[in-house]
């Protein structure tokens, strides 16, 4: 059974940093996709970066590229994503998820598991 568990969100100022963690466990993931998601109160849950497992290769949501980066450890079986320049419409419930398939796909209907999400809330 796949568990995704996200940790390290909080309160930060505009312009600030924040790393989220995904730990991902029951299964192994070098055939999976992992994606971070975002919603915010009244909007549509968003795409905002995915890596392949095996190899890296990464795809980000026009509103974040450049600020943030996702990225994975084999060793840990964590999936991060660090967030630069931090601005108020960041704000929103970050999700990670994850697909065994080969591209990344944006849709967050595409996606089988998902973890519990974790606030992140930027004071302007």
């Known amino acids: 059974q796949v568990q995704l568990v996200e940790s390290g969100g909080g309160l930060v100022q505009t312009g600030g940093s924040l790393r989220l963690s995904c730990a991902a466990s029951?299964?192994?993931?070098?055939?999976?996709?992992m994606g971070w998601f975002r919603q915010a109160p009244g909007k549509e849950r968003e795409f905002v970066a995915g890596?392949?497992?095996?190899?890296?290769?990464?795809v980000y949501a026009d509103s974040v590229r450049g600020r943030f980066t996702i990225s994975r450890d084999n060793a840990k079986n964590t999936v991060s994503l660090q967030m630069n320049s931090l601005k108020p419409e960041d704000t929103a419930v970050y999700y990670c998820?994850?697909?065994?398939?080969?591209?990344?796909?944006?849709?967050?209907?595409?996606?089988?598991?998902w973890g519990q999400g974790t606030q992140v809330t930027v004071s302007s």
């Open positions: 998820a994850a697909k065994r398939f080969n591209i990344i796909p944006r849709a967050a209907r595409q996606y089988d598991y």
């Open positions: 890596i392949i497992w095996s190899g890296g290769s990464t």
């Open positions: 029951g299964r192994t993931f070098s055939n999976y996709v």
